[in-house]
């Protein structure tokens, strides 16, 4: 195993894992799954919300299945993603697959079911040679990190550097509600349950939380997406571990979490951006890097599901979620011909891949990997 190496997300990609989506046949829906994907779930069927979703009050839970047929058809286009890399003459690694009779997971005072290592950007932060495992904020996936630990152990035994965030205890009361209700739709939604948080005989109270995917990696800088204090407490942790050698920008909500459907970086200078606002939410010194800002998601190009039975876990803008290989390559969902045409027309190389269903999933190709050694080192991009 060669050393691990990544402080960016455009310079040539020598290994990537890709995340696996073998047995994604469900999503457990508690206060933690609901918090999290606040923003889609309630534009989309507000009466859907927790807990007038569930059943029963004991538990406060609910297990939500996913058809077979999207969930086979993901995990085809997972793997023609593994292929299209591997193709490209990148190292592929791989998680453990979830077994089909996952046995559910359980903190202290809640259980859940677990999810595959798919969206594995979004645990993980991986900086130069450092592997960094990021608190969870969902409960069904606080231990989907374990599922990575056989490649985790090989770039450990290789000289990583590998540390683990502290583990957050995920009780009704570790959650700052603040974003969630300051962005409530007017037709409510989940923060009605929300403002009913059990108390728990383990509650610490709010707790630090941050994924790896609201980190935007530029070598020595790195802006992180704040929206509220559990990110806070996670952004300053972060701060205090890295020290001096690393800058940190915190942006103050510039998503509800993840900032890779809103800002990548394509090479140095250049974002990609879901609107020009976004300049405005930057860094000072990185207002001046160029922003391409793709054309308005074309409805027409996402599957039809039922309003009903199928849970949209993800915006129209998933499609800005690209991989880059190098500077000049990005691989792009086939489905998003007017990224494609944009990012030819700005002298980029688009290999298309195939991914139906990026709604549901909660991720594009970005969320569905996490490289490991790219060729570009501790640069300082804004010197
Ligand atoms: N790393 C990720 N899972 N990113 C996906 C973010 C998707 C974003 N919440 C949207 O709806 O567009």
Not at 339 to 354: C, P
């Amino acid at each position: 195993m060669p050393r691990l190496n990544s402080h960016d997300d455009f310079t040539p990609l020598r290994e990537i894992i890709v995340g696996s989506a073998a047995n994604y046949v469900g999503h457990d829906r508690d206060v933690s799954f609901e918090l999290f994907h606040h923003e889609n779930l309630s534009g989309f069927r507000s009466d859907w919300a927790y807990p007038r979703l569930t059943k029963a009050a004991a538990g406060r839970r609910e297990s939500w299945t996913i058809k077979a047929r999207y969930a086979e058809e993901l995990h085809e286009d997972v793997e023609g993603l593994a292929a299209t890399l591997a193709g490209l003459g990148v190292v592929v690694h791989r998680p453990l697959p979830l077994p089909a009779d996952a046995a559910p997971v359980a903190g202290l005072g809640w259980e859940a079911a677990p999810t595959p290592a798919l969206n594995i950007r979004d645990n993980t932060l991986i900086l130069g040679s450092e592997i960094i495992e990021t608190p969870p904020a969902i409960r069904s996936r606080y231990l989907e990190t374990r599922l990575l630990a056989p490649v985790f152990t090989a770039y450990w035994e290789a000289g990583a550097r590998w540390t683990t965030m502290p583990r957050p205890t995920l009780t009704d009361m570790s959650f700052d509600l603040s974003y969630a209700r300051d962005t409530a739709t007017t037709l409510g939604g989940p923060t009605e349950a929300i403002d009913d948080p059990q108390p728990s005989p383990y509650d610490v109270g709010v707790e630090m939380m941050l994924d790896g995917a609201q980190v935007l990696r530029l070598g020595r800088d790195l802006v992180v997406n704040v929206a509220q204090e559990n990110h806070t407490r996670g952004a300053e942790w972060l701060q205090r571990h890295l020290g001096h050698q690393y800058r940190v920008h915190r942006v103050w909500r510039m998503a509800d979490n993840h900032i890779d459907s809103m800002l990548l970086a394509l090479k140095p200078g250049v974002f990609l951006a879901r609107h020009d606002g976004i300049r405005d939410l930057m860094p000072e010194r990185l207002r001046s890097w160029r922003f391409i800002v793709p054309p308005e998601p074309d409805q027409g190009a996402f599957p039809v599901y039922d309003d009903y039975e199928d849970l949209v876990l993800t915006s129209p803008y998933i499609d800005l979620n690209v991989l880059s290989v190098d500077e000049h390559t990005v691989l792009v969902n086939e489905e998003c011909t007017g990224l494609a045409k944009l990012l030819e027309a700005e002298g980029f190389d688009v290999v298309s891949v195939r991914h139906r269903h990026r709604r549901l999933f909660g991720g594009g190709f970005h969320c569905f990997t996490l490289d490991t050694h790219r060729t570009g080192g501790f640069e300082d991009y804004l010197s």
